[in-house]
């Protein structure tokens, strides 16, 4: 195939994972209503696990199913490279929805959230975070049993964050919230269980083919363009497979869903700190490189930067959020100008 197939290819992909984000938002949105479920629940839990599978379907390939060297290095920058994208380009391309919609007139420049369990979506993921960082140092010894033990932790972590995730009170401003009419059953003011389900598989199926097909496509385009699989697995993977996190916040920042929004971000973060990491922990040495360290950094910075916004009395603002792709900018300075390590070609 030549290479305006492949471009081609690519725009289709890219109008799959659109088309499965819109399907999934409506969906979740009405499953969360008839389970009796509060924002917390859906955008942090719900919609950041959903959205989350395709990246975290690459690490789970790479590692368990292939398992060779090249392998364990590409799950591992995946693993990686989906928080650095959420901390940075997730949050860059958010706050410029926010301010492209309040230059059309359809809402505020600043975003209406809860910034106390926002801010402790974010605190969670620092502390798991810094620690599966830790413990992936080269001159740190990781024998079986603490790889084996702290995977264990992570997945009791995120366990207890779910069930206090669940104990958040609902507001009454959500139950009064009118949604929009299920895609599969638009005539319908309330649809029926079996529609909202059959809607949620048809959208994670677009969203989870869509972004497989993105991925292939990207890493055609890389090896076309001589571009390395240091690049591919660390920057272009995740900002391919976390665009569903990416477009369900920006199609609730236009409904004004803010919460949601930042939730289905932050939740994400949160479950890739804990369950993707756990697959690395358990079935490769956990030996990061300088890039992947680099990387796992700057998602941290950028983090403790949005925690700095979120501080008590502070509003939150699209120009925040925005100012966060300087650290995305900064990584790919580094990678260009600065990385010395081996670049070995995508084949």
């Not at 009064?176 to 059959?198: A, C, D, F, I, K």
């Amino acid at each position: 195939m030549g290479i305006l197939g492949e471009v081609l290819l690519l725009l289709v992909s890219f109008g799959v994972i659109l088309l499965g984000a819109e399907l999934f938002t409506n969906a979740i949105e009405w499953f969360g209503r008839k389970h009796g479920l509060g924002q917390g629940m859906v955008g942090s839990v719900l919609a950041a696990v959903g959205t989350a599978l395709p990246e975290t379907m690459i690490p789970i390939v790479a590692i368990i199913f292939v398992g060779n060297e090249v392998a364990d290095q590409v799950g591992i920058g995946a693993i990686l490279g989906a928080p650095f994208m959420l901390s940075t380009a997730a949050m860059f391309v958010t706050g410029v929805a926010v301010l492209a919609f309040a230059r059309g007139g359809r809402r505020m420049r600043t975003l209406s959230i809860d910034q106390r369990i926002i801010g402790r979506d974010l605190r969670f993921f620092l502390g798991m975070y810094i620690v599966v960082i830790g413990l992936g140092l080269p001159f740190f010894e990781k024998p079986f049993w603490l790889r084996v033990a702290a995977g264990v932790a992570l997945v009791g972590a995120y366990v207890f964050y779910v069930w206090r995730t669940s104990q958040d009170p609902r507001g009454e401003h959500e139950a009064e919230e009118e949604l929009n009419s299920l895609r599969l059953q638009p005539n319908l003011t309330t649809p029926s269980m079996r529609g909202v389900v059959v809607q949620l598989i048809v959208s994670l199926a677009a969203l989870v083919g869509g972004a497989q097909l993105f991925v292939h496509e990207v890493s055609s385009l890389s090896e076309f363009f001589g571009i390395s699989v240091l690049v591919l697995s660390l920057i272009i993977a995740p900002l391919a497979t976390e665009l569903p996190e990416k477009f369900n916040s920006v199609l609730w920042v236009r409904q004004r869903k803010d919460t949601l929004a930042m939730r289905n971000i932050s939740g994400a973060m949160v479950f890739q700190s804990c369950i993707p990491v756990t697959v690395g922990l358990w079935f490769t040495p956990w030996v990061l490189t300088e890039a992947a360290i680099a990387s796992a950094v700057i998602a941290i910075g950028a983090s403790l930067f949005l925690q700095v916004f979120l501080r008590r009395g502070n509003v939150l603002t699209g120009r925040q959020l925005s100012s966060l792709g300087i650290f995305y900018a900064a990584f790919i300075v580094y990678i260009v100008c600065f990385y010395q390590g081996p670049v070995p070609v995508a084949h």
